[in-house]
């Protein structure tokens, strides 16, 4: 943990072994630095992904707090920060370095060190922000935020502005499933107008998706889910039929929706 005369308390969820319960604990968390900014976590989403890693499918450093779809509202600044103010609301996504060349296209995702920034377990600089209420460190920095934390440090870059007036417990996914599912849809497969779509799978992504297909000018969107008040769920969201794969085979109810097959599908 990088010194600093500002530590604040703070409560954690922390998972210390693997596939082993998180736990709620005491802990402390530095000031922010640099270009960072110090965010109250007002609500938070949890991911498949945390599980996975919790789990240790993914290698994140024991013990961790994870969490990757924060939002809250910016607290502290670094001497860094040049747009955020004290008091701004937040969404929280995932971390990028800003400079490389994917970066600098727009293409944060691909960042070169996007595996360091968001699964490192510091702060790239062999650093964690908290540490447990013994003065140990806790891996932290998870998509460059960990926010199973009643405060999160993020960087400037991460720290997305929301209108006042958006509510901040039902944001947090925007961070993460959300951009994931739609951005699936809009950026990486550029479903056309008059398309049809397939989502297999209707979570967060899959229906994040379904909606993103309707916006882009789909005429026929599918939602394939083994769950019924999900697929009740994708119909309002802009799905014009459903598959339950648990009663129907899927690949015959795809083609004889589409007359041969989706144009574009997603797994989700």
Known sequence: MTATAELRDITVAVVREKEQPFTIEPARIRGPQDDEVLVRVVATGLCHTDLIVRDQYYPVPLPAVLGHEGAGIVEALGPGVKDLKVGDHVVLTYGACGHCNPCRGGHGAYCRDFFGLNFGGDDGHGHTAITDAQGQPLHDHFFAQSSFATFAIAREINAIKVPDDAPLELLGPLG?????????????????????????????????????????????????????????????????????????????????????????????
């Open 176 to 268: 993460c499933g959300i951009q994931t599912g739609a951005g699936a849809v809009l950026n990486s497969l550029k479903v056309r107008s008059g398309s049809s779509f397939a989502s297999y799978g209707a979570g967060a992504v899959g229906l994040s998706a379904v909606m993103a297909a309707k916006v882009a000018g789909a005429t026929t969107i599918i939602a394939i889910d083994v769950v019924p008040s999900r697929l009740e769920l994708a119909l309002e969201l802009g799905a014009t039929h459903v598959v339950n794969s648990r009663e129907t085979d899927v690949v015959e109810a795809v083609r004889a929706i589409t007359g041969g097959g989706a144009d574009f599908a997603l797994e989700s």
